[in-house]
């Protein structure tokens, strides 16, 4: 399994990004996909989770209205366009696969790529 995160960098408030992901080594359309960050000195942020056909999407609250994640399925490819950036959305932005969904509807992962860096600063 290897996913590998580009797009990242640096953008000024107000701005957009567009993050991809190209997934290898398994079947990307019999997953769900998600996306995570980390901010520096802060733990892991869910920040978005997209389902095999794509028709199904979730986001946490904080990118809700400014984030849409989407796939391609045909070309192994997973993206996140990010518009409206914020200085509070500087982060490592990285792609995992889930495992599964627990009871609580949290996603829970089983890889993850080494992640894009996003930085939102005047």
């Known amino acids: 399994v290897q996913l590998v995160e580009s797009g990242g960098g640096l953008v000024q408030p107000g701005g957009s990004l567009r993050l991809s992901c190209a997934a290898s080594?398994?079947?990307?359309?019999?997953?769900?996909m998600s996306w995570v960050r980390q901010a520096p000195g802060k733990g892991p942020e869910w920040i978005s989770t997209?389902?095999?056909?794509?028709?199904?999407?979730r986001y946490a609250d904080s990118v809700k209205g400014r984030f849409t994640i989407s796939r391609d399925n045909a070309k192994n490819m997973v993206f996140l366009q990010m518009n409206s950036l914020k200085p509070e959305d500087t982060a490592l932005y990285y792609c995992?696969?889930?495992?599964?969904?627990?009871?609580?509807?949290?996603?829970?992962?089983?890889?993850r790529g080494q992640g894009t860096q996003v930085t939102v600063s005047s």
């Open positions: 080594g398994f079947e990307l359309n019999s997953w769900y």
């Open positions: 995992a696969r889930v495992e599964r969904v627990n009871p609580g509807g949290e996603s829970e992962f089983d890889a």
């Open positions: 997209i389902d095999t056909s794509g028709r199904n999407t």
